[in-house]
């Protein structure tokens, strides 16, 4: 077991005669902590667990929003995605908010972007009506935003880096931000499903045998991701360009499971994150708060660019390189509209919801705005987990505390949870007496939060939190 931090890690070298080459790896619904080197021992995952022990693993890391449009808007921006406009599948990102590999242009590198569809830049099938505004519009911006673009399959990824190394100057620094699809739902045959007695069934589940089948699947994917991670790395090598990139290895939001994708329960929205860079970053681990809004700043920083004043993430390169660092208190999350459906009377909250959420190393708060809205797991609801559980809770044999968290009606409009204590984030304290300081101090913070982001929805209620006192009235 690698020994948690507790300051940041010492610089090993001096600083470098140019900035690093970056390697960003994204796979896609992967949540923490669904890799040996987070403990999951039922995985086997030798390439990313190597890697994690050759480089930093971050015990914290939280995306900006539980679902891909939106959570890779604060990972390539830097901003949250209700600043930054991208709520909607439908509409690209805003060609006024400047991403990571243009800002590292700046600075001379070469960018590019490859695999699974990286998802700002509009759908790629889209209706017509959809796809006249794009072209009357100009809306699709990502040629113009990078050196390389290529949005082939997975199967294409290992491939396509390889031919973008070949064809970076030797003079240049490059970035390039390389995407898979494992282990997003349906989860194939192609990827074997581990062994479902081994299968460890998270708390916020319950243990039945469709959850173990669905979890044995979603493992089998995340082993294809380790095999995709260790080949990628391959291609790092034969090009002999290790020693001078830092590599960044993340998932993009989190498993399409109930309480995961598409929710603000820590399954939607804690990924893994690892870091390796030879001789630059100690390894170790660390438990600092990251935000999905703080990797473009990283990326920026990184490559000695100019930080945007709109960008509101804080980069962790200090962290990285041994510097010093500010740590957040706290972390943000937002859920929207998901995929390209409509809504009709018959839309449930697997398509919208909206819902905004803070969190520090122990509290969350959450906070609903359509809590009318049934719950329905994103991706997954034919599965054989989610209709075991719909069976289960027909009949009255699902457990209260699972009951409770998925078939509510109406749900609450605030949550609080004491993640010490309730991990699996069962049991609602919003309200409770003796939790009246920390409700009032995350509820103040996500006020701020979604005053600075020029949020859309209506402000939360601060009823714990004391007011300023009124003018007195004019004679």
Request: overall charge neutral; charged content about 20%.
């Amino acid at each position: 077991m690698l020994k948690t931090l507790a300051a940041a890690p010492q610089l090993l070298r001096g600083q470098p005669s140019r900035p690093p080459n970056i390697l960003f790896v994204l796979s896609d619904d992967h949540s923490y902590p669904y890799l040996g080197a987070y403990g999951a021992d039922w995985l086997s995952t030798p390439n990313l667990d190597q890697f994690a022990r050759e480089g930093l693993l971050f015990q914290n890391a939280f995306t900006a929003a539980p679902q891909c449009v939106p959570s890779r808007t604060a990972l390539m921006s830097g901003r949250s995605p209700v600043a930054a406009r991208m709520g909607r599948f439908s509409s690209p990102l805003p060609a006024d908010i400047p991403v990571a590999p243009e800002l590292l242009r700046t600075r001379g590198y070469y960018t590019g972007v490859a695999g699974r569809y990286f998802h700002l830049d509009g759908v790629v099938n889209p209706t017509p009506t959809t796809g006249r505004v794009y072209d009357e519009n100009g809306l699709r911006s990502w040629k113009r935003r990078v050196d390389f673009l290529d949005i082939s399959s997975q199967a294409q990824t290992t491939g396509l880096f390889d031919q973008f190394l070949t064809g970076a100057p030797a003079s240049r620094p490059w970035f390039f931000w390389a995407n898979y699809g494992d282990p997003h739902h349906p989860w194939d045959k192609e990827a074997v499903p581990r062994d479902r007695a081994r299968v460890k069934v998270p708390p916020h589940l319950p243990d039945l045998p469709g959850v173990r089948d669905d979890l044995a699947r979603y493992g089998g994917e995340i082993e294809r991701a380790d095999r995709s991670f260790g080949e990628i790395m391959s291609v790092l090598r034969k090009h002999g360009r290790e020693a001078d990139t830092l590599v960044l290895f993340m998932g993009d939001n989190g498993m399409a499971f109930p309480h995961g994708k598409g929710s603000l329960y820590d399954p939607g929205l804690h990924v893994p994150l690892i870091a390796r860079w030879p001789g630059h970053v100690k390894p170790g681990v660390t438990s600092n708060l990251i935000s999905g809004e703080d990797l473009a700043a990283t990326f920026v920083d990184a490559g000695g660019a100019v930080a945007p004043a709109a960008m509101s993430g804080r980069s962790f390169y200090p962290l990285l390189t041994g510097a010093r660092y500010n740590p957040r208190e706290y972390v943000f999350g937002a859920r929207f509209h998901h995929g390209n459906s409509p809504f009709t009377p018959q839309s449930r909250a697997a398509t919208f919801d909206l819902s905004r959420c803070v969190r520090s190393d122990r509290f969350k708060l959450i906070y609903n705005v359509t809590p009318d809205m049934e719950y329905w797991p994103v991706d997954s609801a034919n599965d054989p987990g989610w209709q075991q559980m719909l069976a289960a809770h027909r009949d009255g044999s699902l457990r209260p505390e699972h009951d409770r968290a998925y078939f509510a009606r109406r749900r609450p409009v605030l949550e609080l949870y004491d993640l010490l204590k309730d991990p699996a984030e069962l049991n609602n304290l919003a309200g409770h007496p003796e939790y009246r300081d920390q409700q009032a101090a995350l509820s103040a913070a996500l006020q701020e939060k979604m005053i600075l982001d020029h949020d859309f929805i209506p402000p939360i209620l601060e009823e714990n939190v004391p007011r300023q006192p009124a003018p007195a009235p004019r004679r």
